[in-house]
């Protein structure tokens, strides 16, 4: 008897063994979108899982194709790609009826839309707007700064193609005003080959900046060398999660607009389950609660999912504190992705050691609310490794928000190596202490542990592979293999700058 409900859908299990890839290859199809998430249902047959996975049957077919792109040199971003052109396909034309937008998805627009976050990188884009303004796919360019707006418009779009390049460029600084500072579009221009510097400072200096309103609306007119003079209406909508500017035909009317945006939390759930992903330099911090007790059987239900909520929440409430974004949370532990920044390249690794720091103390007062709650000699400890890497970031979507996630070796070792630190130490992967700038390094003490029992001690400055600090037997019990030639050191303090000479 077959798993799936109906001869439209399938089951996971099913969809795997027909396929014969892997459920984290699964998982990653739905990651990149390329399949739907899967419909949670009871199953038919009794005495198994009370609750499977169903997916439309359609998707066996999607999965041999992409199965097969790949199989013909084809990368994974090309391949998404193609799926998102081809569900999305090309309109050519916008029709002047009145259409009621608020019941389309976001997908389906067909004047020019992006997404932009807070410095101005590009995390949405449509069709529409990469032909209007670039010439080539956007989507393919991997870093997220390789994606600025502003370097777009300056190294591909508006120079070469249009006569009134200033004035289109001078609405986007407007808006970009309210966020980047002078230095940071001097840097972004320095990166372009050919750029006019002096014109473009002298315009970011005469531009006055719009004021922070919901929804704004500039007049934008398109003089393009060749082909017909353009007119259109950018209206830009303020998000937490960035900017959106939509590129509207001038005759549009402002309540269409207005029936777009009216659902904000669904447009915006709708513009990130297609966010690009990005191949970012990051550091991760990931932690494991370590406890004398097996806290699921120790504590009633109520009681550990208390427990584990408040370990989230004020890890997170930390990871703000220090500039680092919240990952999907790892059994009973927490993951914190810090992200390299343009003016500052080097300070998300020290942010991170920063916040293990902060994270210890607040466990540790944590812990003494659980001692004093339950009148307990258990201890928690969060135990916790700090590893770097240039690796693929992205967004998952989840029933309620979106969970940023990293698909990569670099996430692997992180959480391998906070299943090697114990008693509550902080394990950093060699590559992070030596990727810090100098001043950062002096700030942190670190080094390995030698000796045994009483007699250990701390010798300062140095790193030592996993395997020569478990045996074999141990590696292989703890499932350490993975991470056994990965250099590591302990960090044991880390002092402010007013401690230094």
């Known amino acids: ?40 249902r009871k199953p038919e047959e009794p005495g198994g899982p009370t609750k499977i996975g169903y997916f ?29 052109d081809e569900y999305v396909g090309e309109k050519e034309s916008f029709s002047e009826s009145a259409v009621d937008f608020s019941y ?3 997908e389906r627009i067909v004047f020019p839309a992006i997404l932009v976050n807070s410095r101005w990188e590009i995390i949405w884009i449509n069709r529409s707007a990469e032909k209007e303004f670039f010439q080539e796919s956007v989507r393919e360019i991997a870093t997220a700064a390789n994606r600025n707006i502003l370097r777009l418009f300056l190294e591909k779009g508006l120079l070469d193609r249009f006569k009134n390049w200033k ?5 986007h600084l407007r808006l970009a005003k309210r966020e980047l500072s002078e230095d940071r579009v001097e840097q972004i221009c320095r990166q372009v080959e050919g750029c006019p510097l002096d014109e473009v400072r002298e315009l970011w200096r005469e531009t006055e900046p719009l004021q922070d309103r919901p929804l704004t609306q500039q007049d934008l007119v398109l003089r ?28 549009m009317q402002l309540d269409q607009i207005l029936n777009l945006l009216m659902g904000r939390e669904k447009l915006v759930k709708a513009l990130l389950s297609r966010r690009i992903p990005s191949l970012t330099s990051l550091c991760i911090l990931a932690g ?53 920044a343009p003016d500052s390249p080097r300070e998300y690794l020290h942010s991170a050691i920063q916040c293990s720091q902060a994270l210890k103390q607040t466990i540790a007062a944590l812990d003494k609310r659980w001692k004093y709650k339950k009148v307990w000699k258990n201890t928690l400890q969060m135990d916790m490794s700090i590893h770097c890497g240039e690796e693929w970031l992205g967004t998952i979507p989840s029933s309620l928000a979106f969970d940023f996630t990293v698909m990569g070796e670099s ?37 390995v542990r030698l000796g045994s029992a009483q007699e250990r001690f701390v010798s300062p400055g140095i790193y030592s592979q996993v395997k020569e600090l478990v045996n074999g037997d141990e590696l292989q019990r703890r499932g350490l293999r993975e991470i056994s030639n990965l250099a590591v050191t302990e960090i044991i303090n880390v002092h402010p700058p007013e401690e230094q000479d």
């Not at 359609?58 to 790609?81: D, N, P, T």
């Not at 998000?239 to 939509?246: K, V, Y």
Request: charged share 20%.
């Open 224 to 251: 393009p060398y060749k082909g017909k003079k353009t007119r259109h209406t950018l209206f830009s909508s303020d998000f937490r999660e960035g900017t959106l500017l939509l590129y509207t035909p001038v005759n």
């Open 288 to 340: 494991r609660l370590e406890s004398n007790l097996h806290l699921r059987t120790a504590l009633p239900p109520h009681e550990y999912f208390d427990l584990l909520n408040q370990i989230i929440l004020t890890s997170h409430q930390c990871f703000k504190e220090y500039g680092g974004t919240p990952g999907r949370s790892i059994q009973e532990g927490v993951v914190c992705f810090f992200l390299s």
């Open 104 to 106: 389309q998805s976001i």
């Open 411 to 447: 996430l692997i070792e992180a959480i391998k190596l906070s299943e090697f630190a114990e008693g509550g130490s902080i394990w950093a992967s060699k590559k992070v202490i030596e990727n810090m700038s100098p001043a950062d390094r002096q700030r942190v003490e670190f080094g």
């Open 167 to 171: 004035e289109i460029l001078t609405l």
């Open 56 to 84: 439309p049957i359609w998707v066996l077919e999607r999965i041999e194709r992409i199965q097969e792109m790949k199989a013909s040199g084809m990368r994974m971003a090309e391949i998404a790609l193609h799926f998102t």
């Open 1 to 40: 008897m077959q798993n799936h409900l109906d001869s439209k859908s399938i089951s996971s299990k099913e969809l795997i063994s027909k396929t014969g890839i892997s459920r984290a290859t699964l998982n990653n199809y739905i990651s990149l979108n390329l399949i739907p998430s899967p419909t949670v």
